[in-house]
């Protein structure tokens, strides 16, 4: 259960991970410690696999690498500071545990903001950087899917990542930092709400179904392939989102977050959202 990046007592200042998850969530851990939700022992298991691989890979870099080294930095007046995995000849390489579906996906957003940030830190200390990748082990990797397309050829997959200009790296911190400095003179209702990818909620498919209806006519991967629709009278496109899984299962502030609350009211129980897309009337018909 112990936070293998933020040690118990250690003077980290605001850390990388910190400014990179939703303000939200950070402002109100900070504030409701005693009324978060409590995970079971077992709700971390993958990250305790991930520490074992973090463990053993640390104990493998080379000679002239920089390994499980946290660097720190100031912006706003406040201690910034994030623990890189592995550097080497000017690369950062960052070690994730992860599912083959985010590799397929491709999307590596949260990734990338999060190495640039600590390229901002290695440069800020002058350790000069020119590359950013993350090695990533497929924890449900199986060679029985290897006939999907665009998954992962291996369980562990080598994806490089932008480095972004330091004046991009800069920017990102600055504005980050001050974002936070200011959510903390807010109300818990008046908190800036996560974002439906801070949410951790994805486009399940594009559905078409009659107006005031809940089921649908013909379900489309995406929305492109849903244009082609003959669209009848009173049929409406809806996009139908997934549940929001860091809500529901890993978010220690759920509890005391009125977003999550007023979410759980509107979905009504159901285990996705949906929205309305675009209307189709008669004049479209």
């Given at each position: 259960m112990r936070e293998r990046y933020n040690p118990e007592g250690a003077d980290v200042g605001i850390s990388a991970?910190?400014?990179?998850?939703?303000?939200?969530q950070t402002i109100l851990k900070q504030r409701h410690p005693d009324k978060l939700k409590v995970f079971d022992v077992s709700d971390r298991f993958w990250s305790f696999l991930g520490a074992i691989a973090h463990q053993v890979l640390s104990e493998h870099g080379r000679d002239d690498a920089l390994v499980e080294t946290?660097?720190?930095?100031?912006?706003?007046g406040k201690v910034v500071s994030g623990q890189t995995d592995h550097y080497c000849g000017e690369i950062i390489t960052d070690y994730k545990c992860t599912k083959a579906y985010k590799v397929m996906k491709g999307d590596f957003t949260d990734w990338e903001r999060q190495t640039n940030l600590y390229a901002w830190l290695a440069e800020t200390n002058g350790w000069p950087v020119t590359g950013l990748r993350v090695f990533a082990f497929i924890r449900d990797w199986s060679q029985r899917n290897l006939y999907q397309k665009g998954y992962p050829p291996c369980p562990i997959v080598e994806l490089p990542l932008p480095l972004w200009p330091k004046e991009q790296q800069h920017r990102f911190v600055s504005d980050r930092v001050k974002a936070l400095l200011l959510?903390?003179?807010d109300h818990d209702h008046e908190l800036p709400e996560c974002t439906?990818?801070?949410?951790?909620?994805?486009?399940?498919?594009?559905?078409v179904v009659k107006e005031g209806g809940k089921r649908a006519v013909k379900c489309y991967d995406n929305e492109e392939e849903s244009r082609t629709h003959n669209f009848k009278s009173g049929e409406v496109l809806i996009q139908r989102l997934t549940s929001r899984k860091r809500c529901l299962n890993h978010c220690a502030a759920a509890p005391v977050c009125s977003q999550h609350a007023r979410l759980l009211l509107e979905e009504g129980g159901e285990p996705w959202q949906?929205?309305?897309?675009?209307?189709v009337t008669e004049e479209q018909v």
């Open positions: 991970t910190t400014l990179c998850n939703p303000i939200q946290r660097f720190f930095a100031e912006a706003h959510a903390e003179q439906q990818r801070e949410m951790w909620q994805d486009a399940r498919d594009w559905a949906q929205k309305l897309v675009e209307p």
